[in-house]
T-cell receptor, first 113, second 112 residues
């Protein structure tokens, strides 16, 4: 079975600073990896995904993530955050059969001026 | 119209009552899911369905049941609601890994 660990429950950062949200996964089989964002009082929106190929994937809103198989990690990064990036971010994993997603517990990104 | 519509958006119900949460999607996808979100616990899978005849339990299905009335409709029922079922419930649909999930806006359920 797959599992996901998001090491930080909350990450405070100043506007225009870089940020990294950490995600580690556990699986005995090949996986697909996803990052979702949840703005206040909304559903979840897909930021980016890794299915195969290049380990550096780019998503919406200037976010990118790097798949590291040896470290079993899929950390999310943005070089310069905006106030509007304040939200909760969820990492998720599925086996390559893609029957279902297993989510991490989420990281709340708090961007202040 | 939203791709995934959940009704109601908010609901307060009493302990012991039966309640149904409804979900419909216009994406034309076969796969549909119900998750609940609790603070600090992320999203946990309750049930999922790959077509109208295929229903599968997730990690926390006890106390819940589902009905897949059509490709586009997937309902979640709480047969006898209890306070620890107070949560934010999300329905999602997927056409496969290239699509990821498309989520509804959620139903906030409070059991008093």
């Amino acid at each position: 079975a797959q599992s996901v660990t998001q090491l930080d429950s909350q990450v405070p950062v100043f506007e225009e600073a870089p940020v990294e949200l950490r995600c580690n996964y556990s699986s005995s089989v090949s996986v697909y990896l996803f990052w979702y964002v949840q703005y206040p009082n909304q559903g979840l929106q897909l930021l980016l995904k890794y299915l195969s190929g290049s380990t550096l994937v780019k998503g919406i809103n200037g976010f990118e993530a790097e798949f590291n198989k040896s470290q079993t990690s899929f950390h999310l990064r943005k070089p310069s955050v905006h106030i509007s990036d304040t939200a909760e971010y969820f990492c998720a994993v599925s086996e390559t059969g893609f029957q279902k997603l297993v989510f991490g517990t989420g990281t709340r990104l708090l961007v202040s001026p | 119209d939203a791709d995934v519509t959940q009704t109601p958006r908010n609901r307060i119900t009493k302990t012991g009552k039966r309640i149904m949460l409804e979900c419909s999607q216009t994406k034309g996808h076969d796969r549909m899911y119900w998750y609940r979100q609790d603070p600090g616990l992320g999203l946990r899978l309750i049930y999922y369905s790959f077509d109208v005849k295929d229903i599968n339990k997730g990690e926390i299905s006890d106390g819940y049941s589902v009905s897949r009335q059509a490709q586009a409709k997937f309902s979640l029922s709480l047969e006898s609601a209890i306070p620890n079922q107070t949560a934010l419930y999300f329905c999602a649909t997927s056409g496969g890994p290239n699509y990821g999930y498309t989520f509804g806006s959620g139903t906030r359920l409070t059991v008093v």
